[in-house]
């Protein structure tokens, strides 16, 4: 069984910064992609940024130039760093991992979710 445990939300003035940490555990073989998605009450689940196991990134649009995704591979761990807050970017914020375990079965994995709220 794999867990993945979100940490690092909040409430923050619009402008502000937050660093979102997702750390993975359990029957571990390797990890391949690792993405943070976030969805707001009313909304769909949307992709926010993604990374590969080699560093590869992509973001959404309306992240672009503002947020960051970065990964510790020997912590299997995912960060999200957000800066420039705008109240849009409220949501629960998930984190998502596509993991191989040691019995060779692989499957997308999803942590709790942590909420980030920004005031205006």
């Known amino acids: 069984q794999v867990q993945l445990v979100e940490s690092g939300g909040g409430l923050v003035q619009a402008g502000g910064s937050l660093r979102l940490s997702c750390a993975a555990s359990?029957?571990?073989?390797?990890?391949?992609?690792m993405a943070w998605y976030r969805q707001a009450p009313g909304k769909q689940r949307e992709l926010v940024a993604a990374i590969t196991s080699g560093g590869s990134t992509n973001y959404a649009d309306s992240v672009k130039g503002r947020f960051t995704i970065s990964r510790d591979n020997a912590k299997n761990t995912v960060y999200l760093q957000m800066n420039s807050l705008k109240p849009e970017d409220t949501a629960g914020y998930y984190c998502?991992?596509?993991?191989?375990?040691?019995?060779?079965?692989?499957?997308?994995?999803w942590g709790q979710g942590t909420q980030v709220t920004v005031s205006s």
């Open positions: 998502k991992a596509r993991v191989k375990s040691w019995s060779d079965y692989v499957g997308d994995y």
């Open positions: 359990g029957s571990i073989f390797s990890i391949n992609d």
